[in-house]
């Protein structure tokens, strides 16, 4: 049975680093949540490591600008690993050819930029989809319309066979008010279609495999047993740590306040049948992360 907690303090203690999901745990696209950036600089202080763990279909540094556009201090947080960056290396290396489809928002081009440490990149060139050798999807090109408007398109890339890159593997994601889709929503429909997918972030591996790096590389390894992953995603954040043998905080307040009953705190019985139909077992639970 999970364990609701009242604040991240009361298990601090038992962890030397946090992965931590960004939209619905420390922000809602439009704001920061105070009480969660003052639990991350409280553990900071305590001398832990912060790593934010997003799907964002971006770079890290363009996620961290915009973290500092909606008030996100960076003294909360140490280092950032996106699924993104992870996309981006498969793309780099020629996980779908070199001629490819992109699907998302205009906002999404850097994740086309050169990377790092990638030797003997492939030259990415964008097309459209009669030309295309793979598909790359950083999300929808309207993130209010029905996923389904892309049957059309996927049934004519499924024909040609074409692997779908699937930058972002979230559903959907709240943005203040505003329920939107996200590009996992997409790569779903093109699977159940009969195509390929290919994801990058959570629940995948390697996502995973890439923060660990990241810890590595600022001096700040931390076994898997001194790791907790906090998130709000009962189809990525949850399984994604408990596929990782990682600890687990579900944040309850995010994309599932209404299934758990949450105000200040889960309904507990709410909370048990939510996490029965799931069949899924978070270390802890939480209203929001405070």
Not at 2 to 14: G, K, P, Q
Not at 201 to 207: C, L, Q
Not at 232 to 237: E, K, L, R, S
Not at 266 to 281: C, G, I, N, V
Request: aromatic share 6%.
């Amino acid at each position: 049975m999970t364990r609701i907690i009242e604040n991240l303090a009361e298990v601090s203690d038992l962890y030397d680093a946090v992965l931590c999901d960004l939209w619905g745990c420390v922000h809602n696209g439009l704001t920061a949540f105070d009480a969660a950036v003052e639990a991350l600089r409280a553990f900071k202080a305590k001398g832990g490591t912060v790593l934010l763990l997003t799907n964002a279909p971006r770079p890290r540094d363009s996620v961290a600008k915009q973290l500092d556009r909606i008030g996100v201090p960076r003294d909360c947080w140490d280092v950032i690993a996106t699924s993104g960056d992870s996309a981006r290396a498969a793309m780099l290396t020629g996980a779908v050819g070199r001629k490819v489809w992109h699907i998302g928002e205009p906002h999404d081009d850097p994740f086309f930029a050169p990377m790092e440490l990638i030797e003997d990149a492939v030259e990415i060139e964008r097309v459209e989809l009669d030309q295309a050798e793979g598909i790359v999807c950083t999300g929808p090109f309207d993130p209010h319309a029905d996923p389904s408007v892309m049957r059309p398109h996927f049934l004519l890339a499924k024909t040609r066979r074409l692997k779908l890159l699937c930058a972002n593997p979230d559903i959907v994601v709240d943005r203040g008010d505003s329920r939107e889709w996200c590009a996992g929503a997409l790569a779903k429909l093109y699977t159940e279609m009969g195509g390929e997918s290919l994801y990058f972030g959570k629940p995948h591996p390697p996502i995973y495999d890439l923060a660990r790096r990241r810890l590595a590389q600022i001096g700040k390894p931390a076994s898997d047993d001194r790791l907790l992953a906090i998130g709000d995603g009962i189809v990525t954040d949850i399984p994604g740590g408990i596929g990782e043998n990682i600890d687990t905080l579900f944040i309850t307040g995010g994309l599932a306040r209404e299934e758990t009953g949450t105000d200040h705190q889960p309904d507990p019985s709410k909370l048990a049948r939510f996490l029965t139909d799931a069949q899924l077992e978070p270390t802890y639970s939480i209203g929001m992360l405070r």
